[in-house]
């Protein structure tokens, strides 16, 4: 909440927004990483949104929901960039981001990344938000656009999606 | 592991550090802002050059209106008006017609070519010019020709021109050329209408050279050749008499039909 009374107290200009801005980078950075799947077009992603937030930042109109709005953003970005590159997308785990680590380990992550890969961009918002960003389901509602309930059901399906065997509830957890 | 934790774990595995993202991105918005006011500026000035293009073609209609209305302006205050030439028409006709009279089978006394002033050859000794003609046209009244003059104007005001064919003292006609623009103006009685070069004319007792104005041009070179269609009745000798009654003279010259050229 400090950054909405900064926000509300001072004129938006560059640095000031520059100041509230620098915490979301980071997260919005993973957001579309875990997204588009390649740091150089996730980066991209994160610059666009940056200064189109800092454009659009006077219609925010409940600014006490900086970071799921500027994570919209981001997440519309990385919409428009595999729009942009659709023929070129891989749908799986690009070479550059395989691991080497223990083989069983390292063929159960490529699996579950394989998953979370071939989910569609809604579905792997929600999943993104909820698993990897740690953001409680009001918040992802609000990132992606959705009623709570229609996030939830959402998460629910793309959960079923990854991981068919395990229980809802003990996977929400 | 729960599921939380097996995503946190593969995709935190794939994700590199990136450092200076924060500073870059930093850069991005600025040197974005930066492109934006720069482009606002320009927004700014893309109406103001949309009004200055409306005044500059205003300006230019304003001006070629300008330039039409004192145009006709000029012409209509420094054009006789038709009241006023007529009555020296009527003026000049009273002047007689000094024609040579030719005995019955005599040879016509044509006009003797001269050097024109400004090259080449010509009949008469100014200010008037007979100067080239060219084969008009022949129909049921008569036969056409295209006459060429140059009107050496000293002053003001309009010259009649006037002619007859001596051999047989039959009336010539003139018609305004109709294959271009002269400033010979066909007048005086209407004689009825004829053919020149499939397009129909009036045939017309005398002409006029039209008033040059208060200050015709100085220098030769710039009197420009006026064109007029004489035409000959069926029957005529084709000698013919012309004689121009300007406002400080009066000038003829006789002419063979039958040459080409002078």
């Known amino acids: 909440m400090q950054q909405v009374a900064d926000l509300k107290a001072l004129p938006v200009s560059e640095s000031t927004f520059a100041d509230l801005l620098k915490p979301l980078i980071e997260p919005g950075f993973r957001l579309a990483l875990a997204m588009l799947h390649d740091s150089h077009a996730a980066e991209d992603a994160v610059q666009e949104a940056s200064f189109t937030a800092w454009r659009k930042l006077g219609r925010l109109r409940d600014q006490g929901r900086l970071k799921p709005w500027f994570l919209g953003v981001v997440a519309n970005k990385c ?60 918040e992802v509602a609000a990132v992606a656009g959705s009623s709570f309930g229609a996030t939830r059901a959402r ?19 | 592991m729960n599921l939380r934790a097996e995503i946190h774990e593969v995709l935190d595995e794939v994700a590199p550090d990136s450092p200076g993202l924060v500073a870059r991105a930093e850069a991005h918005v600025n040197a974005q802002a930066r492109n934006r006011s720069a482009r606002q500026v320009r927004r700014w000035a893309r109406p103001l050059r ?67 002033p400004r090259g080449g050859l010509a009949i008469g000794d100014g200010p008037v010019y007979f100067i080239d003609r060219n084969p008009g046209s022949v129909s049921s009244w008569g036969s056409w020709q295209q006459l060429r003059f140059v009107y050496w104007a000293t002053r003001g005001g309009i010259a009649l021109i006037r002619g007859r064919d001596l051999g047989s003292n039959k009336a010539i006609a003139f018609a305004q050329d109709p294959l271009g623009a002269s400033r010979i103006t066909a007048a005086g009685a209407n004689l009825g209408a004829d053919q020149i070069v499939d397009k129909k004319v009036q045939r017309r007792s005398e002409a006029y050279f039209r008033d040059p104005g208060n200050s015709p041009p100085q220098t030769p070179a710039l009197f420009p050749l006026e064109t007029v269609f004489v035409g000959l009745p069926a029957g005529a000798s084709g000698c013919v008499g012309l004689q121009f009654d300007g406002p400080d003279f009066t000038q003829n010259f006789v002419i063979s039909w039958s040459h080409s050229g002078l």
């Open chain 1, 79 to 138: 919409r428009n960039a595999r729009r942009a590159r659709w023929s070129g997308v891989e749908i799986g785990v690009p070479e550059q981001l395989s691991v080497v680590s223990g083989e069983e380990k390292t063929l159960g992550g490529a699996d579950l990344r394989r998953a979370i890969a071939r989910l569609g961009h809604d579905d792997r918002l929600v999943v993104v938000l909820y698993f990897y960003l740690d953001m409680p389901l009001d």
């Open chain 1, 155 to 173: 998460l629910y399906r793309a959960v079923k999606k990854l991981r068919p065997d395990v229980a809802i509830e003990e996977a929400l957890r």
């Open chain 2, 50 to 116: 949309g009004s200055l293009g409306l005044v500059a073609a205003a300006l230019l209609v304003v001006l070629l209106a300008g330039i039409f209305f004192a145009g006709r302006w000029w012409r209509d205050t420094h054009a006789l008006p038709q009241s006023v030439i007529q009555t020296t028409l009527t003026n000049l006709e009273h002047r007689p017609l000094l024609f040579p009279t030719i005995a019955p089978g005599a040879a016509c006394p044509t006009s003797p070519i001269v050097l024109y």
